[in-house]
């Protein structure tokens, strides 16, 4: 008989204000304020944010950079137990990686209507054809995750607009 799995919760908001912290950082580079952490334990292992820009690499996603450092720091590509904390909601591109490193649980804050696929754009991780189940949880600090996200493409767009009035004058 299978045990059932036991999941603590009680630090799910303190991880994700850490992915949160991340994307800022991110943001301050100009990529899209996206901050993702790998929880083993309670301690975290593995850190990102987006940065396909800087890095030159379209898949520097901020889950992408995240499981690449917990995989390094742990000397392996599997990681089973883990719980990732990510403020946007995974793309199929990440969760793919997800489901490949084995990780347990996924924690997102705001969702991708766009290019989400944990609900928004399909079930991704429902799929009969996968060989690993993740538990999706969805919503944790989603206002504060949308809010960083929003204000940074509203930032973007008064720049360019001011950026126009220049070129206009």
Known sequence: MKRPMIIDRSHDEFFMREALALAAQGALLGEVPVGAVVVQDGKVIGRGFNCPISSHDPSAHAEMVAIRDAATRLENYRLPGIT??????????????????????????????????????????????????????????????????????????????????????
């Open 84 to 169: 990732l904390y990510v403020t946007l909601e995974p793309c199929s591109m990440c969760a793919g990686l997800i489901v490949h490193s084995r990780i347990q649980r996924v924690v997102y804050g705001a969702t991708e209507p766009k290019a989400g696929v944990a609900i928004s754009r399909g079930e991704f991780f429902a799929q009969d054809f996968l060989n690993h189940r993740v538990l999706i949880e969805g919503g944790l600090l989603a206002e504060a995750c949308s809010d960083v996200l929003s204000s940074f493409f509203r930032e973007r767009r008064l720049r360019a607009r001011g950026g126009e009035a220049a070129q206009n004058s």
